[in-house]
């Protein structure tokens, strides 16, 4: 069963995209919905090219590590105002196996590489030709942006935030799931 955490906040238009009609969400939240491990379906191949250089694939952190990733653009407001919450959970969080990747969409790469420096982003993002967010279509589907996914160790999609995401909701999120880790054994 998929369970409802927080209150609602506006968000970037991805064209059109209504949460309320897609898979996963729950009546009353389209802010955040976190999945029941049973309930879990798995996250796409995330490979590809990362912003200044390099490639990344999810493949190589599943089964270690929780993943959250943050689907943005430099063009966003709600993506500018949480970029500070982002990379202070990553600080908080990133020595207890939790990797963060950012999935940049819709931006010129001069625009996108000035943001990240600007807001002293650390972790990695990759650059998506629109195929990365179309990948949480089986699961639970970008519907807006800036949209953030927990990912399981597992590879499952633990839990999205669409919408801005603060830093104590999105640090509720991957608490729910490290704590899941201490009852399985995993982490």
Same mark, same amino acid.
């Given at each position: 069963?998929?369970?409802?955490? /927080?209150?609602?906040?506006a968000?970037?238009?991805? /064209?059109?995209s209504? $949460?309320?009609?897609?898979?996963?969400?729950?009546?009353?939240?389209?802010?955040? @919905?976190?999945?029941?491990?049973?309930?879990?379906?798995?996250?796409?191949?995330l490979?590809? $090219?990362?912003?200044?250089g /390099?490639?990344?694939?999810?493949?190589?952190?599943r089964?270690?590590d929780?993943?959250?990733?943050?689907?943005?653009?430099?063009?966003?407001?709600?993506?500018?105002?949480?970029?500070?919450?982002? *990379?202070?959970?990553?600080? *908080? =969080?990133?020595?207890?196996?939790v990797?963060?990747?950012?999935?940049?969409?819709r931006?010129? *790469?001069?625009?996108a590489?000035?943001? +990240?420096?600007?807001?002293?982003? @650390?972790?990695?993002s990759l650059?998506?030709?629109?195929?990365?967010?179309?990948?949480?279509a089986?699961?639970?589907? =970008?519907?807006?942006?800036? @949209?953030?996914?927990?990912?399981?160790?597992?590879?499952g999609?633990?839990?999205?935030? +669409?919408?801005? =995401?603060?830093?104590t909701?999105?640090?509720?999120?991957?608490?729910a799931?490290?704590?899941?880790?201490?009852?399985?054994?995993?982490?």
């Amino acid at each position: 069963m998929a369970i409802a955490l /927080g209150a609602a906040t506006a968000g970037c238009s991805d /064209g059109g995209s209504d $949460p309320a009609a897609q898979p996963g969400f729950v009546a009353g939240d389209p802010a955040s @919905t976190f999945v029941e491990v049973a309930e879990r379906k798995p996250a796409p191949d995330l490979t590809g $090219p990362l912003l200044g250089g /390099g490639t990344y694939s999810l493949a190589t952190d599943r089964g270690d590590d929780i993943v959250v990733v943050n689907v943005w653009g430099s063009w966003c407001g709600p993506c500018r105002s949480e970029a500070a919450a982002l *990379e202070e959970v990553y600080q *908080e =969080v990133k020595d207890k196996g939790v990797q963060f990747l950012g999935i940049n969409t819709r931006d010129q *790469e001069a625009q996108a590489l000035a943001f +990240v420096a600007n807001k002293g982003i @650390t972790y990695p993002s990759l650059v998506d030709d629109g195929a990365m967010q179309a990948g949480f279509a089986s699961s639970l589907p =970008v519907a807006g942006i800036p @949209t953030t996914f927990v990912i399981d160790r597992s590879g499952g999609v633990a839990a999205r935030a +669409v919408s801005e =995401v603060s830093y104590t909701r999105l640090l509720e999120l991957v608490e729910a799931v490290l704590a899941e880790d201490e009852t399985t054994g995993l982490g």
